[in-house]
């Protein structure tokens, strides 16, 4: 079956489209505009309850690697060394946070009538969301998608607005 996961993460200024395809065992599609999006290829294994891929190129990309149930994702977006492990739990309320403590966010999110909306980030900083859920997966795996798109915008626009040493970003 084909289904898909698409809608906005921030409002119509400021924010980002999410607009991908999935499958029984895939996730593939955009985050972001053409110009300044990026690529999502993510590899679902319903049977492993994992979730494994790239957002983005192999270069500038940032990978994947989280565990699922229906009820809950966990585990690391963007690498061991520079990436940060997220935990989200729900059915019909899905909250739960990307990143550590200080420099994190929290996901507080609704499921309703084949959509998820909320807030990602807090209720000043933080983004509204407003995407349509995958038939393929449980809502969660939606969620994640939602939380992926944040996260991958505010690694983003930490480096563009980091520091002018000279030297490369990683």
Known sequence: MTSSISGRVGGTIGGFTVSCVTTGGRITGRIGGDVFGA???LKVDSRLGAITGR???VVIGKSVDIKFKPDRVFGRLGGTVIGNDVDILGTDRITG???GANLGFDCNLIVS?????GRLGGGIYG???DIRISEDFPPIVSALMAVITYYYYRVMQSRSSGSSS???GN
Do not use: A, F, L, M
């Open 127 to 129: 983004k509204s969301v």
């Open 55 to 57: 957002i983005g190129g």
């Open 166 to 168: 000279g030297r490369g």
């Open 97 to 99: 946070r990307c990143g």
């Open 39 to 41: 690529d999502i290829d």
């Open 113 to 117: 009538h084949g959509s998820i909306t």
